[in-house]
Nanobody, 119 residues
Framework: QVQLVESGGGLVQAGDSLRLSCAAS????????MAWFRQAPGKEREFVAR????????YYLDSVRGRFTISRDNAKNTVYLQINSLKPEDTAVYYC????????????WGQGTQVTVSS
């Protein structure tokens, strides 16, 4: 089992920056990759970014590339999502997820952290 706890969300203004954190505990040594997803009101949850734990290889949703940066701190078992130049359309609940293998769905999810961007 892997437990994930997100933090760092809040109410910000357009143009601000925010850093979300996701602390992992439990069988973190089995983690292959971690990712961030988001779900805006009335929309389906969408993938935002992922990082492979061992290599730090990163991949992003095209629409956020250049503004969002995913990173990880192995010592703290924590993954971060730095969001710059926030836009109202970034408003969503942001979820952290972890997967144990290269293929298949994400196995573990956090409870989410709300990001609200005012114009």
């Amino acid at each position: 089992q892997v437990q994930l706890v997100e933090s760092g969300g809040g109410l910000v203004q357009a143009g601000d920056s925010l850093r979300l954190s996701c602390a992992a505990s439990g069988r973190t040594s089995s983690t292959f990759a971690m990712a961030w997803f988001r779900q805006a009101p009335g929309k389906e949850r969408e993938f935002v970014a992922r990082i492979i734990w061992s290599t730090a290889s990163m991949y992003y949703l095209d629409s956020v590339r250049g503004r969002f940066t995913i990173s990880r701190d192995n010592a703290k078992n924590t993954v971060y999502l730095q969001i710059n130049s926030l836009k109202p359309e970034d408003t969503a609940v942001y979820y952290c997820a972890a997967k144990l293998s290269r293929t298949g769905a994400y196995d573990y999810w956090g409870q989410g952290t709300q990001v609200t961007v005012s114009s």
